[in-house]
């Protein structure tokens, strides 16, 4: 009976070690055959970039700031590529860019949108469309970017409209 006792205190004592470190990593969980082979693709070139920035800290590479910016940076865009993914029941992903508040210049140079003003769906600079904020140790800002025709497009609309129609 003893036995008995002393297996299911160490077989509970396991199990809530094992729910609690799965739980505080706060990754998101999913099945391989919940995605087609594209999506499946993009999250296992994710993980192999924290693989790599894991080694890069592990050799003292980077500092705790880079390694912490990065790993975050690489949880917003897992967290967005399977929102997507699930939303739309498709097995395709826009080019997914992730930018901290004071990165934004990185992807729109001197003059870049104020941060309060986006919308989600809004493109910006006809090249991102907003996509959303992801909290991942600190807020990202998510945007796809546009594909060369979707962009061809929305320059030809444009420029539409800056010109008036001859009668």
Same mark, same amino acid.
């Given at each position: 009976?003893?036995?008995?006792?002393?297996?299911?205190?160490? =077989?509970?004592?396991?199990?809530?070690?094992?729910?609690?470190?799965?739980?505080?990593?706060?990754?998101?969980?999913?099945?391989?055959?919940? =995605?087609?082979?594209?999506? +499946?693709?993009?999250?296992?070139?994710?993980?192999?970039?924290?693989?790599?920035? #894991? #080694?890069?800290?592990?050799?003292? &590479?980077?500092?705790?700031?880079?390694?912490?910016?990065?790993?975050?940076?690489?949880?917003?865009?897992?967290?967005?590529?399977?929102? $997507?993914?699930?939303?739309?029941? !498709? #097995?395709?992903?826009?080019?997914?860019?992730?930018?901290?508040? !004071?990165?934004? !210049? $990185? $992807?729109?140079?001197?003059? /870049? /949108?104020?941060?309060?003003?986006? +919308?989600?769906?809004?493109?910006?600079? !006809?090249? =991102?469309?907003?996509?959303?904020?992801?909290?991942?140790?600190?807020?990202?800002?998510? =945007?796809?970017?546009? #594909? /060369?025709? &979707?962009?061809?497009?929305?320059?030809?609309?444009?420029?539409?409209?800056? +010109? /008036? &129609?001859?009668?």
């Amino acid at each position: 009976m003893a036995t008995i006792k002393g297996r299911f205190s160490a =077989f509970l004592l396991v199990t809530f070690f094992a729910f609690t470190s799965v739980h505080a990593r706060g990754t998101v969980q999913y099945s391989d055959d919940e =995605f087609g082979p594209v999506v +499946r693709a993009y999250l296992g070139y994710l993980k192999n970039e924290q693989e790599v920035v #894991d #080694d890069r800290v592990s050799r003292h &590479e980077v500092s705790a700031a880079y390694y912490r910016r990065n790993s975050n940076r690489i949880r917003a865009l897992r967290q967005m590529a399977i929102r $997507l993914a699930r939303e739309s029941h !498709n #097995d395709y992903l826009p080019e997914l860019e992730a930018v901290s508040g !004071n990165e934004m !210049n $990185l $992807l729109f140079g001197s003059d /870049p /949108p104020q941060i309060a003003s986006l +919308r989600v769906g809004e493109v910006l600079k !006809n090249t =991102f469309r907003f996509l959303g904020v992801v909290r991942a140790g600190e807020a990202f800002y998510l =945007f796809a970017r546009l #594909d /060369p025709y &979707e962009q061809a497009e929305l320059t030809e609309k444009s420029s539409a409209v800056r +010109r /008036p &129609e001859k009668k």
